[in-house]
Nanobody, 120 residues
Framework: VQLQASGGGSVQAGGSLRLSCVASGRSFAAYTMGWFRQAPGKEREFVSA???????YYADSVKGRFSISRDDAKNTVYLQMNSLKPEDTAVYSC???????????????WGQGTEVTVSS
């Protein structure tokens, strides 16, 4: 599985961005898809994930502001980010694997990162 993320950019606090991650390969629908982020000087952290059965999970820091969705027909997972805060500034990466691997922070498949900068 190869993953290609896009959609990052620079916005002011309170703004919105939508990240996309397109997957190539088979059995996209079977994978749990997720997003992680890494801010400068910090460790990578889990942001959100969506299982094949449409169950969604969010880090507490983004609940109510971010929304994950997927279009299995397009092999694409999205992360809609609203009410962005400066502390959301990070490189966001998409990932894919079984749920247990993704939630452990060890997915087998990673996309390249897309940078999000939120200014105050």
């Amino acid at each position: 599985v190869q993953l290609q993320a896009s959609g990052g950019g620079s916005v002011q606090a309170g703004g919105s961005l939508r990240l996309s991650c397109v997957a190539s390969g088979r059995s996209f629908a079977a994978y749990t898809m997720g997003w992680f982020r890494q801010a400068p000087g910090k460790e990578r952290e889990f942001v959100s994930a969506m299982r094949g059965n449409s169950a969604t999970y969010y880090a507490d820091s983004v609940k109510g502001r971010f929304s994950i969705s997927r279009d299995d027909a397009k092999n694409t997972v999205y992360l809609q980010m609203n009410s962005l805060k400066p502390e959301d500034t990070a490189v966001y990466s998409c990932a894919a694997d079984r749920w247990s691997m993704l939630i452990a922070g060890q997915p087998s498949y990673w996309g390249q990162g897309t940078e999000v900068t939120v200014s105050s």
